[in-house]
Each structure stands twice: as structure tokens, then as C-alpha cells.
């Protein structure tokens, strides 16, 4: 009879079996962390912290950070760095509000300037990267200064203010109850759709795919002990 994991778990000493255990609990490390942050600023503010009104304004105040991060995330797994993200944000973000209220162009195109200026860049210095050969730390250093000098001197040092109020509910207004829970579901449904589709690609090539069955096995045993 081959060889099982069960078999393989009753040869284990006690303290393999802790190092395992332990390795497993450090992917959750952080999330614990996080709980017990959450849990001392709750008490600290009294019952403040973890109300819907403050999740709300944390969202909206942390929704630049998590867009950046996403981007950050494909750039670091490929082993670079991106110094002028910032930097690039700032011009990018000046730009549109030059166009539309300065130039008086309108929502839509200070919106697509604002896009192909961060298209235009992004490629130019994915260019210099991967083709040139520069190292992405010295590309994006130099970004970091350059972009930030552009829009000092395309604003000149001004504070630029956006009337309009369809612009301003971009980043202000609150979409209803009803329509986030249609996108909440929206997104589980498209996640869950993504890893349907992955598991079935690596199936009709011969790839090792995730046993969802025994997973389900795996924690319904868990629970009745």
C-alpha cells in the first residue's frame, strides 16, 4: 500500500508537528494583528472605531493607497520597484484638474489626459527598464523628482479648485445600499468565476488543481472534533 499522508503525520515527532502548526498559523500572523489593533482603538474611541459611519471614511480615505497597492503588487512580484508612483499621481491627478478647470475642457477629457499622461510615462519608463537596461530603482528615483518638479511648474505652485460637481463625487459621494451590496456580489461572483476558470485551464493541461471536496472534508472533520 502506498504511502499516505496519514501515515506520514503518525511518524511525525511532537515537535515537527509543532513546527508545522506553527508555519501554518504565520500566514495568519497578521490578520491576528490586525484584530487586536482593531479591537484596542475600539475600545479606546468607545465603540467608534468599528462602526459602519468610520469604516466608511477608513474606505474612502485608504481607496488611492489600495488602487496604488494593486498596481505596486504587479511590480514587486517581478522582482522592481516604483519610487515615482507618488510622485506620478500627483501630476497626473494636477493635469486633470488644469484641463478642467483652467482649460475648461470638460469631465471627459481632463479625465483622458489625465490616463494617457500616466499611460505615456509608465510606458517610458517601462521602456527605459526593460529595453535600456537601466535598473527600475534609477528609473523611478529619477521620476520620483522629475514628475514632482513637472507639476510644481505646470500649477505653479498653486492651489487648483474643482467646481465641478460631477468630478468632486468621484472621490466624495456614496453610491446606495442596494447598488454596494450588487457590486459586493458582483465582485465574489467574478473572483469565484476567475478560480473556476484557472482550476479548469490547469486541469485540461495535466496540471495539479485544487480538491475543493476534500477541502470541504478536511474542515468538516476539523469542526466535529
Given at each position: 500500500?502506498?504511502?499516505?499522508?496519514?501515515?506520514?503525520?503518525?511518524t511525525l515527532?511532537?515537535?515537527?508537528?509543532?513546527?508545522?502548526?506553527?508555519?501554518?498559523?504565520?500566514?495568519?500572523?497578521?490578520?491576528?494583528?490586525?484584530?487586536?489593533?482593531?479591537?484596542?482603538?475600539?475600545?479606546l474611541?468607545?465603540?467608534?472605531?468599528?462602526s459602519?459611519?468610520?469604516?466608511?471614511?477608513?474606505?474612502?480615505?485608504?481607496?488611492v493607497?489600495?488602487?496604488?497597492?494593486?498596481?505596486?503588487?504587479?511590480?514587486?512580484?517581478?522582482?522592481?520597484?516604483?519610487?515615482?508612483?507618488?510622485?506620478?499621481?500627483?501630476?497626473?491627478?494636477?493635469?486633470?484638474?488644469?484641463?478642467?478647470?483652467?482649460?475648461?475642457?470638460?469631465?471627459?477629457?481632463?479625465?483622458?489626459?489625465?490616463?494617457?499622461?500616466g499611460?505615456?510615462?509608465?510606458?517610458?519608463?517601462?521602456?527605459?527598464?526593460?529595453?535600456?537596461?537601466?535598473?527600475?530603482?534609477?528609473?523611478?528615483?529619477?521620476?520620483?523628482?522629475?514628475?514632482?518638479?513637472?507639476?510644481l511648474?505646470?500649477?505653479?505652485?498653486?492651489?487648483?479648485p474643482?467646481?465641478?460637481?460631477?468630478?468632486?463625487?468621484?472621490?466624495?459621494?456614496?453610491?446606495?445600499?442596494?447598488f454596494?451590496?450588487?457590486?459586493?456580489?458582483?465582485?465574489?461572483?467574478?473572483?469565484?468565476?476567475f478560480?473556476?476558470?484557472?482550476?479548469?485551464?490547469?486541469?485540461?493541461?495535466?496540471?495539479?488543481t485544487?480538491?475543493?471536496?476534500?477541502?470541504?472534508?478536511?474542515?468538516?472533520?476539523?469542526?466535529?472534533?
Amino acid at each position: 500500500r502506498p504511502t499516505t499522508a496519514a501515515d506520514f503525520a503518525t511518524t511525525l515527532t511532537r515537535k515537527e508537528r509543532f513546527k508545522a502548526l506553527a508555519g501554518e498559523w504565520r500566514a495568519y500572523t497578521i490578520l491576528f494583528a490586525l484584530a487586536v489593533i482593531w479591537l484596542f482603538f475600539h475600545f479606546l474611541t468607545g465603540g467608534v472605531f468599528l462602526s459602519a459611519r468610520n469604516f466608511s471614511n477608513l474606505m474612502l480615505q485608504t481607496s488611492v493607497t489600495g488602487v496604488l497597492a494593486v498596481g505596486m503588487l504587479m511590480v514587486i512580484v517581478t522582482g522592481q520597484i516604483d519610487l515615482s508612483v507618488g510622485s506620478l499621481v500627483g501630476l497626473t491627478g494636477g493635469i486633470s484638474a488644469v484641463v478642467l478647470t483652467w482649460w475648461g475642457w470638460g469631465l471627459v477629457p481632463s479625465l483622458l489626459a489625465a490616463l494617457v499622461v500616466g499611460l505615456v510615462i509608465g510606458l517610458f519608463q517601462g521602456f527605459l527598464t526593460a529595453y535600456v537596461n537601466i535598473p527600475a530603482f534609477i528609473v523611478t528615483l529619477g521620476g520620483l523628482l522629475a514628475w514632482r518638479g513637472a507639476i510644481l511648474g505646470i500649477s505653479k505652485g498653486q492651489t487648483i479648485p474643482i467646481s465641478d460637481p460631477i468630478y468632486r463625487s468621484i472621490g466624495q459621494c456614496f453610491v446606495a445600499p442596494y447598488f454596494g451590496w450588487i457590486l459586493a456580489i458582483a465582485s465574489v461572483l467574478v473572483v469565484a468565476w476567475f478560480v473556476i476558470r484557472r482550476s479548469r485551464a490547469r486541469a485540461s493541461h495535466g496540471l495539479e488543481t485544487v480538491n475543493w471536496t476534500s477541502i470541504s472534508w478536511q474542515i468538516d472533520r476539523k469542526s466535529t472534533r
